[in-house]
């Protein structure tokens, strides 16, 4: 049989069938996961399909996450609808502040490498941090995986991304994801599979490993696969079963050198205009924020914490942080860090989405400009289309916060 | 849904993400017609009051790129555009838009500017510019696609036929 990627070999065996890029087929779906602002339009339309329950009540997740708690009665209406639902067809709610549906997912053991996972919501692939074969897809797919148990996909060619090299100390997963996408391009991976792997990625943690495949969707990736080289998770698995086969096909490959990367800071309005911190020093920032389902875990609180430690938030410098989970802000309560960042003048928002895409807690001003460890700075994302926003590391971001503008944090660790 | 239409052109440019399409804010209801009155707010604040039913529009590389609102399609069809036209679309935004039967053209080599009248025959895939006289063939949608925006989205496609077919019919 001819050789194949990791998403040729995933897909082949939930197809009973061996697929290579280019081929169309059907394929069975392990689980699903659906969010306030996608959940509301699926169920409607999975009920004029004709649907009772989903195909696979057990692994079909709903999660208030983006707009939670509700900020109001149109939303609150929304959140009743998803709770109707569950109750009505055995399928699993995770309640408004549990945290970030991807966090979840992957914190809760919901998904496992090698499966199929469709989520509908944008950065569901970033499952493919422990080699799942994860995608987004919109309301009415959703609806369908819902009857069918199934979907219909064009077999991705891959791009292999080899990042050589170790990273150096202050350089995060973060920098290089976002170096990743301004390599690629907002669009370069459109239609296609990215697999990431080499000397810098195998020393990573699971959680750094989520921010990077997070970022997938941003150069366009169908699916974003970390190799299992130095993955760690608390159960067995197959390592051949997403490793991709040797000599497998791939329609690109690419190489950056991990030894050489500095702090990244995507400026706005798109997330590839990635450039070297160095380039901005000294930018104005009037708001920061640390969160959402790229940096807004345990990891990325500590990193804020160290820098942050001792010191306060800069005069006209608002610093919102929402954990990814309230299991993560249970985490930080009891190793410290939630006092850390408190005394140094943090707010602490509900577990959510909300201020990332929006919907509501921390709307930026006219002009303002805001560095956030989010993963998206077009035009109005976070609810201003005045507003200008920038995307970095929690480190980068807790540095400029304490500066009041963009600073090389190896300046204030150093001290 | 008819096979052949026509339309004033709406051009714009590059990557135009979900968000300028129907801003996050503005994405969770059931209320179709309130995403339809922000439908490109952020991109062109005069959109809404320009178009007109049956309005075409036409883009560059990318379009709909970012977030899987469903929300993005919805609005543009409720507003009341007939077809997007673009160079390439994000993933994503293309299958959204199939299933909930807006139609949407990949061409590459379509020349429109705002105002030229464009003529749309979704059974041969051709799309003409009838202000300036060119023709142009749109990019093959797999046969599981044409079906679905045959039946007007994939909810009707679904209540007909149960289960997805790879081949046409």
């Not at chain 1, 399928?91 to 502040?97: D, P, Q």
């Not at chain 1, 190799?227 to 608390?234: A, D, K, M």
């Not at chain 1, 980068?396 to 204030?412: K, N, Q, T, Y």
């Not at chain 2, 036209?85 to 080599?109: H, M, Q, S, T, W």
Request: with cysteine; hydrophobic share 45%; proline share 6%.
């Amino acid at each position: 049989m001819a050789a194949q990627t990791v998403t040729e070999k995933i897909l082949s065996r939930h197809a009973g069938k061996a697929l290579h890029a280019g081929d169309l087929a059907i394929v069975d779906v392990d689980a699903a996961m659906l969010t306030d602002t996608t959940a509301p339009l699926a169920i409607k339309a999975f009920r004029e399909m004709g649907g009772k329950a989903p195909w696979n009540p057990a692994r079909t997740f709903l999660v208030i996450d983006h707009a939670a708690p509700a900020p109001n009665e149109r939303i609150a209406r929304l959140h009743d609808l998803m709770r109707e639902f569950v109750r009505e067809t055995g399928s699993t709610l995770y309640e408004a502040g549990t945290g970030i549906c991807h966090q979840l997912m992957i914190q809760d053991d919901r998904v496992r490498p090698g499966e199929t996972f469709f989520g509908a919501d944008s950065h569901t692939c970033t499952y493919g941090a422990l080699g799942a074969f994860a995608t987004g897809v919109g309301s009415t797919d959703l609806a369908a995986i819902m009857l069918t148990g199934k979907t219909w996909l064009k077999v991705p060619p891959t791009i292999r991304m080899e990042v050589s090299g170790r990273l150096n100390p202050g350089v995060e997963a973060k920098d290089l994801a976002l170096a990743m996408v301004g390599t690629l391009g907002i669009a370069g991976a459109t239609y296609q599979a990215v697999e990431i792997c080499g000397e810098a990625i195998r020393p990573l943690s699971l959680d750094e490993r989520m921010t990077i495949a997070n970022l997938g969707i941003e150069m366009g990736a169908k699916v974003a696969v970390l190799h299992p080289e130095g993955l760690e998770l608390p159960y067995p698995f197959d390592a051949d079963a997403i490793r991709p086969d040797p000599g497998a096909p791939y329609v690109r490959r690419v190489e950056i050198d991990g030894s050489a990367l500095r702090p990244q800071i995507s400026k706005p309005p798109m997330p590839d205009n990635a450039v070297p911190i160095d380039e901005l020093l000294g930018t104005p920032v009037h708001y920061a924020f640390i969160g959402t389902c790229v940096n807004g875990r345990l990891r990325d609180l500590r990193a804020a914490a160290r820098i942050l430690a001792g010191r306060k938030v800069a005069p006209g410098v608002r610093l919102l942080i929402a954990p990814a989970s309230r299991q993560v802000f249970l985490d930080a309560a009891r190793d410290g860090t939630l006092a850390t960042l408190t005394e140094a003048g943090a707010s602490f928002l509900p577990s959510g989405c909300g201020p990332c895409v929006g919907t509501h807690n921390g709307v930026p001003g006219d002009g303002e400009t805001v560095l956030s460890t989010a993963n998206r700075n077009f035009k109005g994302r976070m609810g201003n289309p005045q507003a200008q926003i920038y995307l970095a590391s929690p480190t980068v971001v807790a540095a400029a916060a304490v500066a009041g503008c963009i600073v090389d944090p190896s300046e204030l660790v150093g001290e | 849904m008819a096979s052949t239409f026509r339309g004033r052109a709406h051009v714009y440019g590059n990557d135009i993400d979900t968000d300028r399409i129907i801003a996050g804010k503005y994405t969770k209801t059931l209320d179709l017609q309130s995403l339809a009155d922000h439908v490109l707010e952020d991109l062109d604040p005069e959109f809404r009051s320009k178009l007109v039913k049956g309005d075409v529009l036409v883009a560059g590389d990318n379009f709909g790129c970012g977030s899987s609102r469903e929300q993005a399609p919805v609005a543009l069809k409720v507003a009341g555009v007939s077809a997007v036209i673009a160079k390439y679309f994000a993933r994503i935004f293309f299958r959204n838009a199939i299933n909930i039967g807006l139609p949407v053209l990949e061409v590459p080599d379509l020349e429109a500017a705002s105002g030229d009248e464009i003529e749309v025959d979704l059974e041969s895939g051709t799309v003409r510019n009838l202000t300036k006289g060119t023709s142009h063939n749109a990019a093959q949608m797999p046969p599981v696609m044409i079906s679905i925006l045959a039946e007007g989205g994939l909810v009707a496609y679904l209540a007909k036929h149960g289960t997805y077919r790879l081949a046409a019919g």
